[in-house]
């Protein structure tokens, strides 16, 4: 009989496929268990999740802002929505470095037996929930009954898994299912996935009169945002406020925010002042100073097919001598990935953008042509830094840069750290720390 030291053993078991999936098995069921003692020992602490196919970090984000001024919150900035990260962000507790470390797990647990056992420092806890197949959600649903579950969007993503918008709105409106109430995007989730709705208690938000939580636009400008009013069934359009975001559909996670704060029955000059304290996350439709007097729209944090399309929207009503997007590829589309580049390059009209530059593979074969046919002027590359040098030699006084593409080998902020005015707003673009830059390092070495 084979006998392991204690540390050789654990090195040997990692290397075997079925061991791993036991062992992962294994941190996970203590995890979810943790979270139910967690909040059996404080049934005061209310749980907000954040699900939907995009915009899920602005939504968290905007929820934590406005109800931060009358409760004390915990949110993990980061996007740890998966079944490992989820509990430990839910805790409060740090993800370990190297979660092949049964060491490292005991701390953890640790911890979290030392916060089940401590006074809670919390009123309210945010958590953003992450799909990527079916059968994921239910992970989620086996250990958390959340106070209010907030569904930001049904609109393609890894549809290599999922295969149809179906499947999609299936899976992220289950959330809604084990949930107590439902927050839901009117604007964003077509209408007839309601069927999928078991539960009764269920609130809309969104930009349009169709919403009982809207906002209405009264004035705008591109440097200070939209001046207008909420509206909602408790206090009619008593909530005025000015909001610093860029984009119609940047205003919905606002909306959302305000649903949840005036459920929970916040104090309207607290929420007005959580609302007018907001402003864009990094690499979403933030608005920066760039080169030759430019200005550039960063939205490079990933990118879907309904962002894309809002994104150009956005840019198509904005006055200016010259507009340029830079558009890198989708990616995690599967068969729809043809069908969905070839209707952003057929959004690109000239008064939408003079000038499209795209960047990856996808985006030069589905998106160019297109956007020339429509008589753009069109330029192709494989790596961001290309394009931004390539757009920076072109930049009119004025100009409107746009720049949009998905994480995943493509990085489009480097087109925008290239295009910046002052090196100083660096800090404000997406993926810059030190584990980012290795990667990105490695990857365009190969250019």
Same mark, same amino acid.
């Given at each position: 009989?084979?006998?392991?030291?204690?540390?050789?053993? #654990?090195?040997?078991?990692?290397?075997?496929?079925?061991?791993?999936?036991?062992?992962?098995?294994?941190?996970?069921?203590?995890?979810?268990?943790?979270?139910?003692?967690?909040?059996?020992?404080?049934?005061?602490?209310?749980?907000?999740?954040?699900?939907?196919?995009?915009?899920?970090?602005?939504?968290?984000?905007? &929820?934590?802002?406005?109800?931060?001024?009358?409760?004390?919150?915990?949110?993990?900035?980061?996007?740890?929505?998966?079944?490992?990260?989820?509990?430990?962000?839910?805790?409060?507790?740090?993800? /370990?470095?190297?979660?092949?470390?049964?060491?490292? #797990?005991?701390?953890?647990?640790?911890?979290?037996? =030392?916060?089940?056992?401590?006074?809670?420092?919390?009123?309210?806890?945010?958590?953003?929930?992450?799909?990527?197949?079916?059968?994921?959600?239910?992970?989620?649903?086996?250990?958390?009954?959340?106070?209010?579950?907030?569904?930001?969007?049904?609109?393609?993503?890894?549809?290599?898994?999922?295969?149809?918008?179906?499947?999609?709105?299936?899976?992220?409106?289950?959330?809604?299912?084990?949930?107590?109430?439902?927050?839901?995007?009117?604007?964003?989730?077509?209408?007839?996935?309601?069927? &999928?709705?078991?539960?009764?208690?269920?609130?809309?938000?969104?930009?349009?009169?169709?919403?009982?939580?809207?906002?209405?636009?009264?004035?705008?400008?591109?440097?200070?945002?939209?001046?207008?009013?909420?509206?909602?069934? =408790?206090?009619?359009?008593? &909530?005025?406020?000015?909001?610093?975001?860029?984009?119609?559909?940047?205003?919905?996670?606002?909306?959302?925010?305000?649903?949840?704060?005036?459920?929970?029955?916040?104090?309207?000059?607290?929420?007005?002042?959580?609302? =007018?304290?907001?402003?864009?996350?990094?690499?979403?439709?933030?608005?920066?100073?760039?080169?030759?007097?430019?200005?550039?729209?960063?939205?490079?944090?990933?990118?879907?097919?309904?962002?894309?399309?809002?994104?150009?929207?956005?840019?198509?009503?904005?006055?200016?001598?010259?507009?340029?997007?830079?558009?890198?590829?989708?990616?995690?589309?599967?068969?729809?990935?043809?069908?969905?580049?070839?209707?952003?390059?057929?959004?690109?009209?000239?008064?939408?953008? =003079? #000038?499209?530059?795209?960047?990856?593979?996808?985006?030069?074969?589905?998106?160019? /042509?297109?956007?020339?046919?429509?008589?753009?002027?069109?330029?192709?590359?494989?790596?961001?830094?290309?394009?931004?040098?390539?757009?920076?030699?072109?930049?009119? /006084?004025?100009?409107?840069?746009?720049?949009?593409?998905?994480?995943?080998?493509?990085?489009?902020?480097?087109?925008?750290?290239?295009? &910046?005015?002052?090196?100083?707003?660096?800090?404000?673009?997406?993926?810059?720390?030190?584990? #980012?830059?290795?990667?990105?390092?490695?990857?365009?070495?190969?250019?």
């Amino acid at each position: 009989m084979l006998v392991y030291h204690h540390s050789s053993w #654990w090195i040997f078991a990692l290397q075997s496929g079925i061991v791993k999936l036991m062992f992962k098995n294994y941190i996970q069921n203590k995890l979810e268990g943790y979270v139910r003692q967690y909040f059996a020992a404080h049934p005061e602490i209310k749980l907000i999740v954040v699900a939907g196919s995009v915009g899920k970090t602005s939504t968290k984000t905007a &929820l934590a802002t406005v109800l931060s001024q009358q409760y004390r919150v915990r949110m993990h900035p980061g996007n740890h929505n998966t079944e490992l990260s989820a509990p430990l962000a839910i805790l409060g507790i740090e993800y /370990p470095r190297n979660i092949k470390s049964m060491s490292a #797990w005991r701390q953890v647990f640790k911890q979290a037996k =030392e916060r089940i056992a401590q006074p809670a420092t919390v009123d309210v806890i945010i958590q953003e929930l992450g799909v990527d197949k079916p059968g994921d959600m239910a992970v989620f649903g086996r250990y958390l009954r959340p106070d209010i579950a907030v569904v930001t969007a049904v609109t393609p993503e890894h549809m290599e898994y999922f295969g149809t918008l179906d499947a999609v709105a299936a899976e992220e409106l289950s959330v809604v299912n084990f949930s107590k109430v439902g927050v839901i995007n009117r604007d964003d989730i077509p209408s007839k996935y309601a069927n &999928l709705l078991t539960n009764v208690s269920i609130s809309t938000y969104g930009t349009t009169p169709q919403a009982e939580y809207s906002f209405v636009i009264e004035d705008f400008t591109v440097e200070d945002g939209y001046t207008g009013h909420f509206t909602s069934p =408790e206090l009619g359009d008593r &909530l005025r406020a000015h909001v610093h975001v860029l984009g119609e559909h940047s205003l919905r996670p606002v909306s959302a925010a305000v649903c949840v704060a005036v459920r929970f029955g916040m104090n309207p000059q607290a929420i007005i002042r959580g609302i =007018e304290s907001l402003r864009p996350v990094s690499g979403r439709m933030n608005v920066l100073k760039g080169y030759n007097n430019s200005m550039i729209i960063d939205d490079t944090y990933n990118a879907s097919p309904a962002a894309v399309a809002s994104a150009l929207a956005t840019l198509a009503a904005i006055r200016a001598p010259q507009k340029i997007a830079i558009l890198g590829s989708m990616n995690e589309l599967g068969d729809s990935t043809a069908q969905a580049h070839q209707a952003v390059g057929q959004q690109c009209q000239p008064s939408v953008a =003079e #000038w499209v530059i795209t960047v990856g593979q996808a985006a030069r074969q589905f998106i160019a /042509p297109a956007a020339q046919a429509n008589g753009c002027i069109v330029y192709s590359f494989d790596d961001a830094i290309s394009a931004g040098s390539f757009v920076k030699s072109k930049l009119q /006084p004025g100009a409107v840069v746009l720049a949009k593409g998905s994480q995943g080998n493509l990085y489009v902020e480097e087109a925008v750290k290239v295009l &910046l005015r002052s090196s100083a707003d660096t800090n404000k673009l997406v993926r810059q720390d030190g584990h #980012w830059q290795e990667i990105k390092a490695h990857f365009f070495s190969k250019f």
